[in-house]
């Protein structure tokens, strides 16, 4: 850990036990953007601010996914200037392509790069990146510079989840939710298609969803139905993961049963409903719902659905209720919660996550950051929406775009990456999240069949099975493609054949490693 600065640990400590967290003060953010702290003084701020004063300038590097918005630097300025006496640090933002995320954190951490934190998440570098020891252990840092946060982290239970081998390994997200799968469809469609209403939560079973769908495909068959996901199998039978309580865990075609009290992970076609779920793929091709250049057409789902050239689509509890970015601005839809009595598990706190590289040279700095943002409105404001009436505006207590800007448009808001960073004390409504939607969204994950993984915060080490692994994976993509775009003839014959060479790749094999490492997970738990 980096010693400068260490005479002041004694006045830092002072410093941060005074902020005020608002979830727990109850405080409200102004016009400003500015939150009065209940529970502090005056004199408390001013021994802050003396305090605080003594910290040796830094240059915080932080690494966030997607595009650099054009205001970044600007609004970044502005915070380094607003809160120099808490933090006396100056900012280095930097964004990397989504598509090159992963590799490019992997590059430079192998490299040898120096930076402080990054965004990341379970579904993307976060395992790798641990696995490599990429990222700075946290257990000494965060009780020192960041109290308030590890005493509420540690009090939801999330810190567990990026906690490996005893080490914390990250600063997860604050929010809770369940992606439990809801069917979505556009009623505006519907209407100029003269199809009847169909009732808000009536598709609750895989039987329910068939009938929507054949009733779309011959009132609008000029649109797409079923576009395929050819780089996940998983994705294209979710419904059938719902109905029969199993849940992917986004490894190699990897699941377990959520009704096994040992999280027994078992390989995809190794379930008792793949084989029929595939069939299920091949009559939707039959049916001509499923287009015969699926293999070839690379736009994703999420397009057609924008552009309104698919009428519904699978999504979660969030996107069923967020108002989605529709190019038809009269764009409207209802929805309907598969099998909503079926077990489903929560998101879980390694979502969206910061992390601090190995290499940082100001971790204690960059955790008295997150300790900030976690107690402070107005710094969560201009880290989020930017400068007042020039990146946002308030219309009330909403934040909005400046007149004239949208989110396609926009010089700063909507940036890529902030989710890691989102704390539900203090997220204003904008136009996609209406006001109380993330307090809804947690009440959504908080019913009694809505549960926690028991495996949360596994990071499988794939080290004794990587060319296993390797196998696995080009098998899935050169058998499972066919399948799951619906053009094979004899469905139960080419899964067979893909399970022979499954196993004989070595699927037993990565099972047996994956659940001994479950067992020693569990193990360490109890």
């Given at each position: 850990?980096?010693?400068?600065?260490?005479?002041?640990?004694?006045?830092?400590?002072?410093?941060?036990?005074?902020?005020?967290?608002?979830?727990?003060?109850?405080?409200?953010?102004?016009?400003?953007?500015?939150?009065?702290?209940?529970?502090?003084?005056?004199?408390?701020?001013?021994?802050?601010?003396?305090?605080?004063?003594?910290?040796?300038?830094?240059?915080?590097?932080?690494?966030?996914?997607?595009?650099?918005?054009?205001?970044?630097?600007?609004?970044?300025?502005?915070?380094?200037?607003?809160?120099?006496?808490?933090?006396?640090?100056?900012?280095?933002?930097?964004?990397?392509?989504?598509?090159?995320?992963?590799?490019?954190?992997?590059?430079?951490?192998?490299?040898?790069?120096?930076?402080?934190?990054?965004?990341?998440?379970?579904?993307?570098?976060?395992?790798?990146?641990?696995?490599?020891?990429?990222?700075?252990?946290?257990?000494?840092?965060?009780?020192?510079?960041?109290?308030?946060?590890?005493?509420?982290?540690?009090?939801?239970?999330?810190?567990?989840?990026?906690?490996?081998?005893?080490?914390?390994?990250?600063?997860?997200?604050?929010?809770?939710?369940?992606?439990?799968?809801?069917?979505?469809?556009?009623?505006?469609?519907?209407?100029?298609?003269?199809?009847?209403?169909?009732?808000?939560?009536?598709?609750?079973?895989?039987?329910?969803?068939?009938?929507?769908?054949?009733?779309?495909?011959?009132?609008?068959?000029?649109?797409?139905?079923?576009?395929?996901?050819?780089?996940?199998?998983?994705?294209?039978?979710?419904?059938?993961?719902?109905?029969?309580?199993?849940?992917?865990?986004?490894?190699?075609?990897?699941?377990?049963?959520?009704?096994?009290?040992?999280?027994?992970?078992?390989?995809?076609?190794?379930?008792?409903?793949?084989?029929?779920?595939?069939?299920?793929?091949?009559?939707?091709?039959?049916?001509?719902?499923?287009?015969?250049?699926?293999?070839?057409?690379?736009?994703?789902?999420?397009?057609?659905?924008?552009?309104?050239?698919?009428?519904?689509?699978?999504?979660?509890?969030?996107?069923?209720?967020?108002?989605?970015?529709?190019?038809?601005?009269?764009?409207?839809?209802?929805?309907?919660?598969?099998?909503?009595?079926?077990?489903?598990?929560?998101?879980?706190?390694?979502?969206?996550?910061?992390?601090?590289?190995?290499?940082?040279?100001?971790?204690?700095?960059?955790?008295?950051?997150?300790?900030?943002?976690?107690?402070?409105?107005?710094?969560?404001?201009?880290?989020?929406?930017?400068?007042?009436?020039?990146?946002?505006?308030?219309?009330?207590?909403?934040?909005?775009?400046?007149?004239?800007?949208?989110?396609?448009?926009?010089?700063?808001?909507e940036w890529g990456g902030q989710w890691a960073l989102w704390k539900p004390q203090f997220m204003r409504p904008t136009a996609q999240y209406s006001e109380g939607f993330?307090?809804?969204?947690?009440?959504?994950?908080?019913?009694?069949?809505?549960?926690?993984?028991?495996?949360?915060?596994?990071?499988?080490?794939?080290?004794?099975?990587?060319?296993e692994l390797a196998k696995r994976d080009q098998i899935l993509a050169e058998l499972g493609k066919p399948l799951v775009a619906g053009v094979e003839r004899d469905v139960?014959?080419?899964?067979?054949?893909?399970?022979?060479?499954?196993?004989?790749?070595?699927?037993?094999?990565?099972?047996?490693?994956?659940?001994?490492?479950?067992?020693?997970?569990?193990?360490?738990?109890?």
């Amino acid at each position: 850990m980096k010693k400068k600065g260490f005479k002041i640990i004694a006045m830092m400590l002072a410093v941060v036990m005074t902020a005020c967290v608002a979830a727990a003060c109850g405080s409200a953010g102004t016009e400003s953007g500015t939150t009065a702290q209940a529970g502090s003084s005056t004199g408390a701020a001013v021994s802050t601010a003396a305090q605080s004063s003594e910290l040796e300038p830094v240059t915080l590097k932080f690494y966030f996914m997607n595009d650099k918005k054009s205001a970044t630097d600007e609004v970044w300025n502005a915070i380094s200037e607003k809160f120099q006496k808490e933090l006396n640090a100056k900012f280095e933002i930097n964004f990397i392509p989504a598509g090159d995320y992963v590799n490019k954190l992997m590059v430079m951490s192998v490299a040898g790069n120096d930076w402080d934190a990054n965004y990341d998440g379970g579904w993307m570098a976060y395992n790798q990146m641990v696995t490599k020891g990429a990222y700075m252990d946290l257990n000494e840092l965060f009780p020192k510079y960041a109290p308030k946060l590890y005493s509420e982290l540690q009090s939801s239970g999330s810190l567990s989840a990026v906690t490996v081998n005893g080490n914390i390994k990250a600063v997860p997200w604050t929010l809770k939710g369940n992606e439990h799968p809801f069917i979505v469809w556009r009623t505006d469609l519907l209407k100029k298609a003269g199809i009847a209403d169909i009732p808000k939560d009536s598709v609750k079973t895989i039987e329910d969803l068939d009938k929507l769908i054949d009733t779309l495909h011959k009132a609008m068959p000029e649109l797409k139905m079923v576009i395929p996901n050819m780089n996940n199998i998983a994705s294209n039978i979710l419904p059938y993961f719902v109905r029969d309580e199993y849940f992917d865990l986004n490894f190699h075609g990897m699941t377990i049963n959520m009704n096994d009290p040992n999280s027994t992970v078992v390989p995809i076609e190794q379930t008792p409903f793949f084989k029929e779920s595939m069939q299920h793929i091949k009559r939707q091709f039959d049916s001509g719902l499923i287009s015969k250049d699926a293999m070839v057409d690379k736009t994703e789902a999420s397009q057609y659905w924008n552009k309104g050239m698919i009428p519904y689509t699978v999504t979660s509890h969030e996107w069923a209720y967020a108002k989605p970015a529709f190019t038809d601005t009269n764009a409207a839809i209802e929805s309907s919660q598969l099998y909503p009595e079926k077990k489903y598990y929560n998101r879980s706190p390694t979502g969206n996550l910061m992390a601090i590289s190995k290499n940082s040279k100001n971790p204690e700095r960059t955790m008295m950051f997150f300790e900030l943002i976690n107690g402070n409105q107005e710094l969560y404001d201009m880290v989020m929406y930017g400068i007042k009436d020039k990146t946002y505006v308030l219309n009330g207590e909403a934040a909005d775009f400046p007149s004239g800007m949208t989110s396609a448009t926009s010089n700063y808001m909507e940036w890529g990456g902030q989710w890691a960073l989102w704390k539900p004390q203090f997220m204003r409504p904008t136009a996609q999240y209406s006001e109380g939607f993330w307090t809804r969204e947690a009440e959504f994950a908080s019913t009694a069949n809505h549960i926690q993984s028991p495996i949360d915060g596994l990071s499988f080490d794939d080290t004794n099975i990587k060319t296993e692994l390797a196998k696995r994976d080009q098998i899935l993509a050169e058998l499972g493609k066919p399948l799951v775009a619906g053009v094979e003839r004899d469905v139960d014959k080419a899964v067979d054949e893909m399970n022979a060479k499954l196993k004989n790749a070595g699927s037993d094999k990565i099972a047996e490693e994956l659940n001994k490492q479950v067992k020693a997970f569990l193990a360490a738990r109890k």
